[in-house]
């Protein structure tokens, strides 16, 4: 196995540690173990958080939720990667990167019951409020990133959006922003195979939602794009 920028893309390649099946494709990446525990631990924890929230939801004790049973290993690890100064930018599944950036799981709850103290984000936290409008988020996390270049931070921006994002105006001016500007942010697509509403099938005839970091003849927004195998 190469590195992850020896996977192409546009050729349907693919950079892959583990299998559908759970057994090792590649490189053992040799994690420590108990970093490996803490990983594990934290996506258990946000598994079991999410099913119950969504049990409350389905009881009709609390308000429109978006689970993201599947998908937690694709933001709980970028997000164990950030240092604290880093700023994280989310959509709305991204439960298990909100409980390792440090906000409070009785916060989540309290947004979801419709009060508005459950969208206060701790001061000493870097990561921004709750998106639901699909892909607006992609030019904030530009701006925000853009503006640290600016002022000499050091630090990043990690910007996490779904599959639907791609096929809307905001996901390409934020990528294009962002890649004019040189700015320091990292945007991370979960591919959940829907889009709010319809499958990934009837939003975008594009084979791959990679190559949509491509503007054409093989030009990306001058930022690498890979393809990583995470989930469905």
């Not at 990983?39 to 099913?51: G, T």
Request: a neutral charge; hydrophobic letters at 35%.
């Amino acid at each position: 196995m190469g590195t992850v920028d020896s996977f192409d893309p546009l050729n349907d390649e693919m950079f892959q540690i583990i299998g559908s099946d759970g057994t090792l494709s590649g490189k053992d990446p040799s994690i420590p173990n108990e970093l490996l525990k803490e990983m594990y631990a934290r996506m258990n924890y946000a598994r079991l958080a999410d099913a119950k929230m969504l049990s409350l939801q389905r009881q009709g004790r609390m308000g429109t939720f978006a689970p993201s049973t599947g998908q937690e290993a694709a933001h709980t690890g970028p997000s164990m990667a950030m240092e604290k100064e880093d700023w994280m930018v989310p959509a709305f599944r991204e439960l298990g990167a909100y409980l390792v950036r440090g906000i409070p799981l009785s916060s989540v709850i309290l947004y979801y019951m419709g009060d508005p103290r459950g969208n206060i984000v701790p001061e000493d936290v870097r990561n921004m409020p709750l998106c639901v409008p699909v892909g607006t988020q992609l030019p904030h996390a530009a701006g925000i990133a853009y503006a640290m270049q600016l002022k000499g931070d050091p630090h990043s921006v990690l910007c996490f959006f779904g599959d639907g994002a791609t096929s809307t105006g905001d996901f390409h001016e934020g990528l294009n922003f962002a890649g004019v500007t040189g700015a320091p942010v990292v945007f991370v697509s979960q591919n959940n195979q829907y889009a709010i509403s319809v499958p990934r099938s009837q939003q975008t005839a594009s084979r791959t939602l990679s190559q949509k970091g491509y503007t054409g003849r093989r030009q990306r927004y001058t930022c690498n794009v890979y393809r990583n195998k995470g989930g469905p």
